[in-house]
């Protein structure tokens, strides 16, 4: 089960790039989040586009944004586990990411807050694989939590952004958000 949730979650997920943020907001499905869980970078040109701003910018702070995606996203991802909205409605879901990437309202975690976040984002992804395991229905936003915390390198990824601000490049499967 585990393997197939990861899988059943990435399928089909679609190519925001030459979709209008406008129109994959009222379209919105969990694919779309998990494919901003699975990948950042892709979420942080998506949600700057929507905030008017080039994902290329020179502009150092918008640069830094791109730079650290994983570490900006960690909030939004912990919004599945924290906020029950975000866990039921893609939607929802959708917008906290983009709200995320807001650049003068974003925020990022303490190497604490990060932590404790990360505790819950693991405990709610652990209880969901389990409520899968024996056939019970869990939020979509507790899926896309259960297909991280199941895909081991993807599950290291998340917490090393989570705990300490960053995704080490040695860390091949974690897309690497970097500037041109």
């Given at each position: ?118 505790q ?47 995704v080490?490049?040695?860390?091949s ?8």
């Amino acid at each position: 089960m585990r393997v197939g949730l990861s899988l059943a979650l990435a399928v089909s997920a679609i190519a925001l790039a030459a979709v209008p943020i406008q129109a994959a907001q009222s379209t919105a499905s969990w694919d779309d989040v998990w494919e901003m869980v699975r990948n950042p970078c892709r979420a942080v040109e998506i949600a700057m586009r929507a905030h008017g701003i080039s994902p290329w910018s020179a502009n150092p702070r918008h640069r830094y944004m791109r730079q650290a995606a994983w570490t900006y996203m960690a909030p939004a991802v912990a919004a599945l586990a924290y906020d029950e909205h975000a866990a039921r409605d893609p939607q929802a879901a959708l917008e906290r990411i983009v709200a995320q990437f807001d650049p003068v309202n974003a925020r990022t975690y303490s190497s604490a807050a990060g932590a404790e976040a990360w505790q819950r984002v693991f405990e709610v992804g652990s209880y969901a694989l389990a409520a899968l395991d024996r056939g019970e229905a869990v939020p979509g936003g507790w899926l896309v939590l259960a297909a991280v915390i199941a895909d081991g390198d993807l599950r290291a990824a998340w917490q090393s952004a989570f705990r300490w601000g960053s995704v080490p490049s040695s860390m091949s499967r974690a897309p690497q958000c970097g500037g041109r």
